[in-house]
């Protein structure tokens, strides 16, 4: 199935760019940063959403995942932070945010993600194909983007 390259998809992208360039004004040292009252920090959250695609779009369409599985056990729902994430790290998921997406929509359009298992997210949204989950996707990321907007006010004082 083709998915057009819908407003979906456009918002996708620009939540990442926004997400890449806030990261780009800040050192490893702020983008590690825990606030009080945070328990996560600005990699994480970029993380979380990377692996979050990943579970969403391909775990649910039954097709191995993109990104090794240390990182969805280091990002996905329900973790935090455990260590420092050094610059190479940091590096390797800014690289993989633009280049899974892209992944995802060419994918997408060779209808690669059709074969879609139905889930119900936590905010209680069911997900019944890959473009309820593209979606739903907007929501999450937009999410993640405002804490690591609100994570950055908090670290550049």
């Not at 959403?49 to 056990?73: F, H, M, R």
Request: aromatic share 8%.
């Amino acid at each position: 199935m083709v998915i057009e390259k819908d407003k979906s998809i456009e918002t996708v992208q620009a939540t990442r760019t926004l997400f890449l360039a806030l990261m780009d004004s800040l050192s490893i040292d702020k983008l590690n940063e825990i606030p009080e009252g945070f328990n996560n920090n600005i990699i994480w959250n970029l993380g979380h959403v990377i692996v979050s695609q990943q579970i969403l779009c391909y775990k649910l369409a039954g097709l191995p995942l993109k990104i090794d599985e240390a990182y969805i056990s280091k990002y996905s729902k329900g973790t935090k932070p455990a260590s420092f994430i050094d610059e190479n790290e940091c590096a390797f998921l800014k690289q993989q945010s633009t280049h899974l997406l892209e992944e995802l929509i060419t994918d997408i359009e060779k209808g690669l993600l059709d074969n879609y298992t139905s889930y119900t997210t936590s905010f209680g949204i069911p997900l019944n194909s890959i473009e309820d989950a593209v979606k739903f996707l907007t929501m999450h990321e937009g999410l993640h983007l405002g804490y690591a907007m609100a994570l950055k006010r908090i670290v550049n004082k």
